[in-house]
């Protein structure tokens, strides 16, 4: 049980951290706008809890030491596990909804070498830094803080009791969501883009002066969410209709 809600409580630290980071990402970086980051409706991103959660098990429960006789090998096959380990999870998750949902959260398609735009050799290097980053600086320190966590499970948990109910209405939400987006999209081909359609949105509400809530980007007072799809949609068959032209 100790090492059960020590698990959930770091999944539960890295998803909020995780969406702090990406939030500040989009801002300042990719989007040079406000944008909330993520598929959920809460701040919280699924993706980074499991790698924290990833990166803290391997280190903490896996004897690396035993490999070798070499302190340093043992060191650079840890992390290169780890970093195999981080794209997998992301392969798997942007599989798990680009197969199965017919929508993408992130696209890395323009990158060099990707596989059909869910993972490249780009982050798949970003994931590796950051578990070496996790290894060579945080492994000793997590460690002792897992052991913290541990020490102190019966009071958490009542607090991750409540954050589990509350992410699971969360995703239930969600899964709402999803359905009314391929629901006004009709074409089950159609792979659409997480992140763009809240964009979309906001632009479109943006024109017609009504408000978009930040954390809730799907949900507008008057609920012109298909209307504002639709007419997405129009204009990509009209620019690529005058592309063709061209």
Request: aromatic letters at 16%; glycine letters at 10%.
């Amino acid at each position: 049980m100790e090492i059960f809600i020590t698990i959930l409580a770091l999944f539960a630290i890295g998803g909020f951290g995780g969406f702090v980071l990406e939030l500040f990402f989009r801002r300042y970086v990719s989007q040079k706008r406000w944008v909330k980051p993520g598929f959920l409706a809460g701040p919280f991103i699924p993706l980074y809890g499991f790698g924290m959660a990833i990166l803290y098990a391997f280190d903490a429960y896996i004897p690396w030491a035993s490999i070798s006789p070499w302190p340093w090998l043992n060191t650079v096959v840890e992390i290169i596990v780890l970093g195999i380990s981080l794209t997998l999870i992301e392969l798997v998750a942007g599989l798990i909804f680009v197969k199965g949902m017919k929508i993408r959260l992130w696209d890395y398609s323009k990158q060099w070498g990707n596989f059909m735009g869910l993972v490249c050799p780009l982050f798949s290097f970003f994931w590796l830094i950051g578990a070496a980053l996790y290894v060579l600086l945080l492994g000793e320190p997590m460690v002792a803080f897992g052991g913290l966590l541990a020490a102190n499970y019966l009071s958490l948990t009542y607090p991750l009791g409540i954050f589990t109910g509350v992410l699971c209405i969360d995703l239930g939400y969600s899964l709402g969501v999803v359905k009314k987006l391929r629901s006004a999209i009709e074409d089950s081909r159609v792979v659409a883009h997480w992140e763009k359609t809240k964009v979309i949105l906001r632009d479109y509400y943006k024109e017609l002066k009504e408000k978009q809530s930040f954390l809730l980007p799907f949900v507008n007072a008057h609920d012109r969410f298909r209307e504002a799809i639709a007419k997405y949609l129009e204009r990509k068959k009209e620019e690529g209709k005058e592309a063709g032209d061209q």
